[in-house]
């Protein structure tokens, strides 16, 4: 099946530097790619949905300018947080959506942990 | 290799119990997830098992056996608002999701 790969898997980083995470898709093209953010037991949240070539929508209380994301390619996405701080520790996850043919399906990648000391 | 296999389709009547079944593969373990997935939304997280047995909550039931590398997640009383797909994931020793591909289900009146 399908494979998203995520890199890099776990993070540590001091208040106030930048961390970037990749998101690629490995084995087919996505035509939009989605990054969530996981609280402890509780549901994804989507920060932001990313097109190939475009900017990237941001939901509701995401702030663009603190979590970057480039969709350079059709198999790659960043997403780059900026100033880090504690709260921002988190699991992050993105997701790669395909359209082949008739079939729309979403596959999800392994998450990234962030810890920000 | 790490895997996780769910069934890909499954249907069943308004009113009635399905189970979805879940087997994984991981190196390590550090527990299971189950989410709802409605089309064009983001997943919503239904329960997370790290123990074996049977955990309730409301018409929603999780059950998982470590030794046999299986989950089931049980809904009783079937709504047609219950028709989404269900996602299972493992989390292995690293702390890094496996996904499954998904079950999608469909409600019949």
């Known amino acids: 099946g399908a494979v998203v790969s995520q890199h890099p898997s776990r993070v540590i980083c001091k208040s106030g530097t930048s961390v970037k995470i990749e998101c690629r898709s490995l084995?087919?093209?996505?035509?939009?790619m989605f990054w969530y953010r996981q609280f402890p037991k509780k549901s994804l949240m989507l920060m932001a949905t990313?097109?190939?070539?475009?900017?990237?929508?941001?939901e509701q209380g995401v702030e663009k300018d603190k979590f970057l994301i480039n969709h350079a390619s059709l198999t790659l996405s960043t997403l780059t947080v900026t100033s880090a701080h504690p709260e921002d520790s988190s699991f992050y996850i993105c997701?790669?959506?395909?359209?082949?043919?008739?079939?729309?399906?979403?596959?999800f990648g392994p998450g990234t942990r962030l810890t920000v000391l | 290799g790490q895997n996780i296999d769910q069934p890909t389709e499954m249907t069943a009547t308004e009113g009635a119990i399905v189970q979805i079944n879940c087997t994984y593969q991981?190196?390590?373990?550090?527990?299971l997830f189950w989410y709802q997935q409605h089309a064009g939304e983001a997943p919503t997280f239904l329960s997370y098992n790290v123990l074996d047995g049977l955990e309730e909550k409301g018409r929603f039931s999780s059950f998982l056996s470590r030794s046999k590398g299986y989950s089931y997640l049980l809904l009783k009383e079937l709504q047609m608002k219950d028709s989404a797909s269900y996602l299972c994931?493992?989390?292995?020793?690293?702390?890094?999701?496996?996904w499954g591909a998904g079950t999608k289900l469909i409600i019949k009146p």
């Open positions: 994931a493992a989390m292995d020793s690293n702390y890094q999701l496996i």
């Open positions: 997701s790669a959506r395909t359209e082949a043919g008739e079939s729309d399906t979403q596959y």
């Open positions: 991981t190196s390590g373990f550090n527990g």
């Open positions: 084995d087919f093209q996505a035509t939009t």
């Open positions: 990313s097109n190939e070539g475009s900017k990237a929508t941001y």
